[in-house]
């Protein structure tokens, strides 16, 4: 199925703009108002996101209300950049996939607003904070919305930005600030295979807009095809957070827990499988790029299982189950046309259940005094009810309980999986099978079990303001895939040239079968190490295990950069620091001393006595006269 | 007649210089400037008389006006000199060097 090509907006589609531009301007109202907006900062930051929700909504019933072949609107704004043969046009593109992003961008967006409002009550810096979160939401939208990879490239940079800022929002921590710094270290990394993606395109199709990339990619050499798939997947790991450029999705844990909730369902991580989708006709034109894709998903998807495994911070792991996620959806836009939608309706329950859990997490650690581990919770199911019922939710549908939004998504993708290939199918179903060890042992340590509170804590329920979003969420959790299963199949295939299969409620084949045995027993497993009756240590016990040990670590993924990037980087730099100094600077002295040399003999003529002055003069004048003499006579 | 008037300016150049470059007093190397100046307008003169033109003694008088300008200057100079070195040697007035 071919892509639709865009028709020109009109009417009330001219000011999509407003979409990008209302958290953008809030954002600038917010960081330079000072703290005069500190008593309604949060308000208006609150306000911002609801309001593009509310556009977001109006465009999604105008763009329900037509007909298929005109649901992909572009929007000109304006030129941007005019000289020769180049000619890059910064314009918006609503179609099926943006406005899905849109909604849930501001939708989820919002809930994390009105969260935050009660979870930064007590923060100093509580307008700067919603300046932030609105930069984010801002960017986001931008990235998404941009009818060209130059304006995506613009929103995918803010991005990069805000999640620093945010991620070093308590600036006053070593840590939070080491993190920060890492994610945008990282995140450049992927940085440089999509600016040179958006460079070759611009060389190869004098354009980076989607409609002439896809039309034009059908003509150019597989080689091109296959570099610009691979380097845009580059930038894909870069933000999503996919192997090898994982590492600072774990650190990110630093900022407040509302912004890992922002970053891993709504924003950030989910720009790369974004990416992905958005450039499909680049990738059916390249099998190897899209080869390459899958097996990044696949890596990943057991990567952050396992790591999710080994640890006994909560966001952390929740932060492995996002990276395993993500894996999934990367897994499912690499098998082609038949994933693409899959992969977006992963995305979109992934961003309910997410987010429900990161925001779950947080009522936690409030009320366990801002305690990440673990190990210190236990039985906190009857001191936070609503937590933990919302919690739940988030909890049956990550591991794939029939009928929760998870079971329908990912029970597609682990299908598509095995159709693609029985190798990508199987680690798909190993990491749901961990996936489900990994939650449930999460959910026994911090609402089952005993009390092993450390002393002066006394768990209390979140404030409204922060159970509401919980119980939005969680009801998205639940119903979020039943109501999308049999409509976003539909929706998407025409944006994305996708041929995926819209399957029934209740749709029984051999691998739904298979994974739901292996989802209980990973289940199961957990129940016997970590059960209600079972004793867990409340210190981390010291193993010597290499596979634990491993795990604690990230798997090395620190390590790794470390021994291949950052020493090798470092002794580089070293030599070419010394050889600044032994030759660059050697050669610039050495000239100076020479001269230097030569003109301190070469002043001792000017010796102050006026006879010796005339002696010289007389004698330059003999040699001019003599030589003036002697051309005459010659 | 016009190489007398030549050979006397030869002459007179070559004692202004010698003398400029033998003698210390001040007043005197000074006094030899003038004589090597005033060779030169002799020269001047001569030429202008033996080409029948007035060039040369247009030049002349532009070297007598900067001759007198100069000793102006140049013996307010010589008198500053002494009296606060209390000597008209120009080999003592050597502090401007390297």
């Known amino acids: 199925m071919e892509t639709v090509t865009p028709v020109l907006g009109t009417g009330f589609f001219t000011l999509a703009w407003l979409l990008v531009a209302v958290p953008a301007a809030s954002a600038a109202v917010l960081l330079l108002v000072g703290r005069a907006g500190d008593r309604w900062g949060h308000f208006l930051g609150t306000l911002a996101p609801i309001a593009s929700f509310a556009i977001g909504l109006c465009y999604f019933v105008q763009l329900l209300g037509r007909d298929e072949a005109s649901r992909s609107v572009s929007v000109p704004l304006y030129d941007w950049i005019s000289s020769g043969s180049w000619n890059i046009r910064v314009g918006l593109q609503l179609d099926q996939l943006s406005i899905v992003f849109v909604l849930l961008i501001t939708g989820v967006g919002s809930l994390i607003h009105v969260y935050s409002i009660g979870y930064m009550a007590h923060d100093p810096r509580r307008r700067r904070f919603f300046g932030f979160l609105n930069l984010f939401v801002a960017a986001m939208l931008l990235l998404v919305l941009a009818d060209n990879y130059l304006v995506l490239f613009v929103g995918w940079e803010g991005v990069g930005l805000a999640s620093y800022l945010l991620i070093g929002f308590w600036q006053e921590r070593p840590s939070a600030a080491t993190a920060a710094k890492k994610a945008f270290v990282v995140n450049r990394v992927g940085d440089l295979g999509m600016s040179l993606a958006i460079m070759l395109m611009l060389a190869a199709f004098s354009s980076s807009s989607f409609t002439d990339v896809n039309e034009g990619i059908a003509g150019v050499s597989p080689t091109l095809a296959t570099t610009l798939g691979l380097l845009l997947l580059l930038g894909a790991c870069g933000k999503s957070a996919q192997v090898p450029l994982q590492s600072w999705l774990l650190d990110a844990m630093e900022g407040p827990t509302p912004v890992s909730a922002l970053i891993h369902a709504a924003t950030m991580v989910t720009a790369g499988v974004y990416l992905v989708v958005r450039s499909h006709a680049i990738f059916t034109a390249a099998p190897a790029a899209s080869v390459a894709v899958v097996v990044v998903g696949t890596v990943t998807l057991l990567f952050g299982a396992y790591i999710g495994c080994s640890k006994d911070d909560i966001k952390k792991v929740l932060a492995g189950s996002t990276m395993s996620q993500i894996g999934y959806m990367m897994l499912a836009a690499g098998i082609g046309p038949v994933g693409y939608a899959f992969a977006i309706f992963h995305l979109v329950t992934h961003g309910f259940f997410k987010a429900n859990m990161f925001l779950g997490a947080g009522s936690v650690m409030h009320a366990m005094d801002d305690d990440v581990d673990m190990r210190h919770y236990g039985a906190l199911a009857r001191a936070l009810p609503i937590t933990f019922v919302t919690f739940a939710a988030g909890y049956l549908a990550i591991i794939g309980f029939p009928f929760f939004a998870g079971f329908y998504s990912k029970d597609h993708i682990i299908e598509a999986a095995f159709h693609a290939s029985p190798v990508a199918g199987v680690c798909a179903l190993v990491g749901a099978g961990v996936t489900a060890f990994y939650m449930t042992r999460l959910m026994l340590m911090t609402f089952a079990g005993r009390k092993r509170w450390r002393e002066g804590v006394h768990p209390h329920e979140s404030p409204l303001v922060m159970t509401i979003p919980l119980i939005i969420l969680g009801a998205a959790s639940v119903v979020g895939g039943l109501l999308l299963n049999g409509w976003i199949t539909e929706w998407l295939n025409p944006a994305v040239a996708g041929e995926a299969e819209t399957e029934g409620l209740v749709h029984v084949t051999l691998v739904g079968i298979v994974t739901m045995v292996v989802v209980l027993a990973g289940v199961g497993v957990s129940f016997l190490f970590f059960g209600p009756q079972k004793t867990v240590a409340d210190v981390q016990p010291a193993t010597r295990s290499p596979f634990v040990r491993a795990g604690r670590r990230d798997l090395y993924g620190d390590a790794f950069n470390e021994a291949v990037f950052m020493r090798p980087g470092l002794r580089m730099t070293n030599d070419l620091l010394r050889f600044d100094g032994a030759v660059v600077d050697g050669v610039a002295n050495g000239t100076g001393t020479v001269i230097h040399g030569f003109s301190s003999r070469l002043r001792r003529v000017q010796n102050g006595f006026v006879r010796s002055y005339a002696l010289t003069m007389t004698a330059g004048a003999a040699v001019v006269g003599a030589i003036i003499l002697l051309g005459r006579l010659g | ?98």
Do not use: P
């Open chain 2, 1 to 98: 007649m016009t190489d007398h008037y030549i050979v006397l300016s030869a002459i007179l150049f070559a004692i202004g210089t010698i003398g400029f470059m033998t003698r210390r007093n001040a007043i005197v190397a000074f006094m030899c400037v003038e004589l090597m100046l005033n060779a030169s307008n002799l020269a001047l003169v001569a030429f202008s008389h033996k080409n029948g033109a007035l060039d040369g003694q247009i030049a002349a008088f532009f070297v007598m006006v900067v001759a007198a300008a100069e000793v102006v200057v140049g013996l307010a100079i010589i008198v500053t000199i002494f009296r606060t070195r209390r000597s008209a040697s120009i080999d003592d007035a050597n502090l401007l060097k390297f």
